[in-house]
């Protein structure tokens, strides 16, 4: 989650600016990352570039249609910006509010949490030293940290590990200030505990545990059991020797089917990411997700929560974005969960196919909603071959700290500098993609659930007549895009005309 992504409208004309000394300037204001920015076509006229970093506090007040916001600055100064329309003017002022977020590098060289990056985003009123306590508190060290901040109503999804309770109730006060600290005034928000409250409660004996309603008031506890570990890697092997069985018997191969329940957990994610989307989008209310680690199934439903919510994350660098920030950022253990496939005899206790159930619920909700991702299939089906086995860095070792050591960033190449050449984006980008700003609500219904044969059955049976459909389709698309710009142009020719011929018929 970046600063950039906070920004709800980067731009607005027609701004005036009010500052000591200087006569009033209309012109563009411009919000980046870091920046504040009011330049202006009038001669002689200076730039304003107001770090964000260096506002102190903000007032906004409205006269009709005008909106007004007075920065009052870290060196003294008092800037007004007068601003026409309302939601533009509360837009702007949301994104420059500097006191609900901040950049920690209280992990810096991974100090902290070895599975986090040197760099996260926590609530500002939440110093260091409370961020230390809490990582004590966290299974792993993984204390909350911003997942995801919702544009649309100002709502976040945080991710964490589990709290380390234990059989006493133990508690951080440090934790709950955390956490409470992401609610709006008057607001409840929801923590989604991906275990079962059985396997929670369970928990409790190994020094784990969940968060106690009584120390969390402001807060509702769900549970969602996803499943882990090994139940994840037999059901694999089960789908894939099911995929594999050539005696053409319809009934063997369906029993086969549905006793890998791998469509099974395909639902049971889904579900639960669309709760949490729910939670967000329709009820307005923030959230906490965990597991035990909070590196598995949290960053699943993390994940997929956002691909509902956030049409950027629907597109190729979006989506890249996304596994970067979500997946290899937050500490997904790569190395230990695609170490072997389906075929290995060899039983590990770290393996599980958690990656590859994510991008199979991608392809789920892409089959749903064609039109709304520009990248296809078989951008989903390269991550996976290069997750379980890769000539790039990109997904080796198990979390940040590990890459670092290992200096992968200088010995090796990123895969995204391969997949972003312009000669391979295209075989990785969908002809059906028309931008949809919309939250999509996909269908968790069984019939909804398909068995992803571009992955499962790809080497069992031959692909050629479903390529060649789909070389039809481009072709079609084409030629209709083809059409469409001719079209364009010859209503252009033919309102020319005509108003060429009411100039003549005009006395």
């Not at 629907?314 to 996304?322: H, M, N, P, Q, S």
Request: charged letters at 25%.
């Amino acid at each position: 989650m970046e600063f950039a992504e906070l920004i709800r409208t980067p731009r607005v004309d027609n701004v005036v600016l009010h500052r000591p000394f200087y006569p009033a300037v209309e012109g563009t204001l411009c919000l980046t990352g870091h920046h504040l920015i009011l330049s202006s076509r009038q001669d002689n006229t200076e730039e304003l570039w107001l770090l964000h970093s260096n506002i102190d506090a903000i007032d906004k007040r409205f006269v009709g249609p005008l909106g007004t916001i007075i920065i009052k600055c870290k060196d003294f100064r008092i800037i007004q910006l007068d601003i026409p329309g309302m939601e533009e003017c509360l837009n702007i002022a949301s994104s420059i509010e500097t006191s609900e977020w901040r950049l920690s590098y209280v992990n810096k060289e991974f100090a902290v949490c070895p599975s986090y990056p040197p760099i996260v985003i926590v609530p500002k009123s939440i110093d260091d030293e409370a961020l230390r306590k809490v990582a004590t508190f966290r299974h792993g060290g993984r204390f909350p940290v911003l997942s995801y901040y919702h544009k649309k109503n100002g709502m976040v999804i945080m991710r964490s590990g589990q709290p380390l309770t234990g059989t006493n109730g133990r508690r951080c006060k440090e934790d709950e200030k955390l956490i409470n600290a992401t609610l709006r005034a008057g607001k409840r928000g929801y923590i989604i505990d991906t275990r079962s409250l059985t396997v929670a409660q369970q928990a409790r004996a190994k020094g784990g545990g969940f968060e106690q309603e009584a120390h969390y008031p402001q807060w509702r506890r769900i549970h969602k059991s996803i499943e882990r570990y090994h139940i994840l890697q037999e059901s694999l092997i089960k789908l894939v020797e099911a995929c594999n069985d050539q005696t053409h018997n319809m009934d063997r191969w369906l029993s086969k089917l549905e006793a890998s329940n791998w469509l099974t957990h395909i639902k049971e994610i889904l579900t639960t990411a669309c709760l949490a989307a729910q939670c967000i989008d329709r009820e307005g209310a923030s959230i906490l997700i965990h597991g035990t680690e909070g590196t598995d199934s949290t960053l699943q439903v993390t994940s997929l929560a956002q691909i509902i919510l956030e049409p950027r994350s629907r597109t190729i660098r979006g989506f890249e974005a996304l596994i970067e920030r979500e997946w290899l950022q937050a500490g997904h253990p790569f190395q230990q969960r695609c170490a072997q496939s389906a075929y290995c005899n060899s039983k590990q206790k770290w393996e599980s196919p958690v990656f590859l159930l994510f991008l199979d619920c991608v392809w789920q909700i892409l089959r749903q909603f064609p039109c709304s991702f520009e990248f296809n299939e078989n951008f989903l089906i390269m991550l996976f071959e290069h997750a379980y086995a890769s000539q790039f860095g990109t997904f080796l070792g198990n979390n940040e700290s590990e890459r670092c050591k290992l200096k992968l960033q200088q010995k090796t190449m990123s895969l995204w500098s391969w997949v972003n050449r312009p000669s391979e984006l295209r075989k990785f980008t969908s002809p059906l993609f028309e931008a949809n700003n919309l939250v999509i609500w996909p269908s968790v219904a069984p019939q909804s659930l398909h068995l992803w044969e571009g992955i499962f059955l790809r080497w069992n049976r031959s692909s050629k007549y479903l390529d060649e459909a789909y070389e039809e389709m481009v072709n079609i698309i084409e030629y209709n895009k083809e059409l469409q710009a001719k079209v364009n142009i010859l209503r252009r020719q033919l309102a020319e005309l005509e108003t060429e011929d009411g100039m003549q018929e005009s006395p």
